[in-house]
């Protein structure tokens, strides 16, 4: 079909649309007579060279859903369409991909909302509704139009030149929605692209306006934050707009270097983010790097100071651990296994570097891997990012007693097993052995067992820990069962 409005083509990139699956929306489109593009994430990706991508999102100038149901029809898998009436919007899956489909628009926001009231619109009105200019950037689909780019806010001059934009007045674009300003940190970080300063201030005039979005989706972009190279990025620019302090006191709150009589901490905030930019050097983890932003959290409460020893955080591992469900709460982050294992993690996060202060004996390593468990690992990937010193003989010094402890690690475990304790005496046996119902006297007989493999003085083994077990009895007053 012809396509109707005049377009400014700045180059095509047929390239972008080797996929079967363009084709595809391309004859569905001819076949409706409406217009179509590929608008968004994909293309800016694609001319990122980002690698292949997850979901495609398409425009149709017209129905978006009846032309979800017509590439359906035409693909040979025959997919399901879900349908989403209140947003007009349609989305089936091909080819590992998720395919989108909405019907151009054009929004209008209320105060209080992040949810426009929607009109039906021109392309146009579409790419003015978009976030960022690299996030406008569409390729045409129709016969005559395929792959012509239609670039409206020179998105691909800022991907050229790494900047994120507003294509309307970004005082309109955030105060609209919100979540944009969430957004447009994470694209800075994920991409590595500046925020254009503009951008910005606006964003810092607008930062309460972040009360708005839910927490869901706040949460949303904080992971993926986490999750890029380099999160400390988007974490400073959430510091410096004024967002954290409304998202993440509790960081926040870790600024600043005090001085009393000369002596100094160190600024635990900025010492957060380096470790986190440490760790996810070594783990794609998410859970494992929200441990690395939190680990220090509880050093704000607990900070004190003495006139003999300076500055002391007292306690505040386990304060941390305290406070990481209230902010997990607060921010409905899962209050499962994952907010455990972080709790665990902030925790124990001293427990490493307490062992390499003192000699590295057998009994504290054989501890700290009782104690840690299948996390002993993660433990030590987050004490050994812990290391932020900008002296390099103490940056040495601390790596080679971590490498102590692991070396040490290894032996106690091959020798010991204690990483899944399992008591090498059981309750049944013991109440076999005495002819005892449960009672008091089986959990002090256990405690004696567990700790004396922790100290070293028994061997992990089941006839060691029965010839304790006798002897721990008799003190009791235990008398053993005998046989007939
Ligand atoms: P990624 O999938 O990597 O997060 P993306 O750019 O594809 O990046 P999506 O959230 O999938 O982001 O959204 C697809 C497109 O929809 C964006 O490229 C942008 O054009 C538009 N978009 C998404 N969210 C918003 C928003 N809050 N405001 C304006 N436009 C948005
Ligand atoms: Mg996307």
């Known amino acids: 079909m012809e396509v109707s409005k005049e377009i400014k083509v700045v180059k095509n990139y047929k390239g972008a649309l080797s996929h079967n699956i363009f084709r595809i929306i391309s004859q569905a489109s001819e076949e409706l007579e409406l217009e179509s593009y590929v608008i968004g994430g994909y293309v ?34 025959k997919p399901k369409v879900q349908v989403f009436k209140n947003y007009g919007t349609a989305m089936l899956r091909a080819y590992e991909m998720e395919i989108e489909f909405v019907g151009a ?20 009105d579409d790419q003015n509704r978009r976030d960022f200019t690299i996030n406008a950037l569409a390729l045409g689909l129709n016969e005559n139009n395929f792959g012509n780019l239609l670039d409206p806010f020179d998105g691909i001059e800022d991907l050229d030149s790494k900047i994120i934009k507003t294509p309307l007045d970004p005082d309109l674009t955030y105060s609209d929605d919100p979540l944009r ?17 503009e951008s910005l201030n606006s964003i810092t005039r607008n930062k309460s306006r972040i009360k708005i979005i839910s927490k869901e ?16 990025k988007g974490f400073s620019l959430l510091h410096k707009t004024g967002l954290l302090a409304i998202v993440l006191p509790e960081l926040t709150d870790l600024e600043g270097i005090d001085e009393i009589e000369g002596q100094k901490h160190k600024d635990n905030f900025w010492h957060t ?40 955080f007292h306690g505040h591992e386990f304060v941390g651990a305290k406070m990481v469900y209230k902010l997990f709460k607060r921010l409905r982050l899962p209050l499962n296994e994952k907010m455990k294992y972080v709790q665990k993690l902030v925790l124990m996060s001293s427990r490493p570097i307490a062992i390499v202060d003192n000699d590295v004996t057998d009994s504290a390593v054989r501890r700290l891997i009782f104690d840690a468990g299948e996390d002993i690992e993660d433990l030590m990937t987050l004490c050994e990012a812990d290391i932020t010193t900008k002296n ?36 049944e046996e013991i109440m076999e052995t005495f002819n005892i119902k449960p009672s008091r ?13 922790l100290e070293g003085e028994i061997p992990n083994e089941h006839q060691a820990a029965r010839e304790l077990m006798l002897k721990k009895g008799k003190e009791l007053g235990l008398e053993v069962k005998v046989k007939l």
Do not use: C
């Open 273 to 312: 983010l380096e470790v986190v930019d440490n760790i996810s050097k070594n783990t794609d983890d998410l859970w494992l790097r929200w441990a690395a932003l939190l680990h220090d959290i509880g050093k704000a409460p607990t900070k004190k100071f003495h006139k003999k020893i300076g500055w002391t």
């Open 441 to 453: 006297e089986i959990g002090i007989i256990k405690e004696t067992i567990k700790e004396a493999i």
């Open 105 to 124: 628009r054009k929004e209008s926001y209320r105060k209080d909302s992040r949810n426009p009231i929607v009109e039906d619109g021109s392309l146009d």
């Open 217 to 232: 989706r706040i949460t949303e972009e904080l992971h993926k934050i986490m999750l890029a190279e380099k999160p400390s």
């Open 392 to 427: 390099p003989n103490r940056f040495k010094k601390y790596h080679n007693n971590f490498k102590v402890v692991r070396t040490k690690m290894k032996e106690v475990e091959e020798r010991d097993h204690v990483r899944q304790f399992q008591p090498p005496v059981s309750g």
């Open 44 to 77: 800016r990706d694609h001319i990122l060279k980002r690698g292949a991508p997850k979901d495609i999102d398409i425009v149709a100038v017209g129905s978006g859903i009846e032309l979800a149901k017509k590439v359906a029809e035409i693909l040979p898998h």
């Open 181 to 197: 300003m969430l957004r447009a940190i994470r694209f800075a970080t994920q991409l590595n692209f500046k925020i254009e300063k």
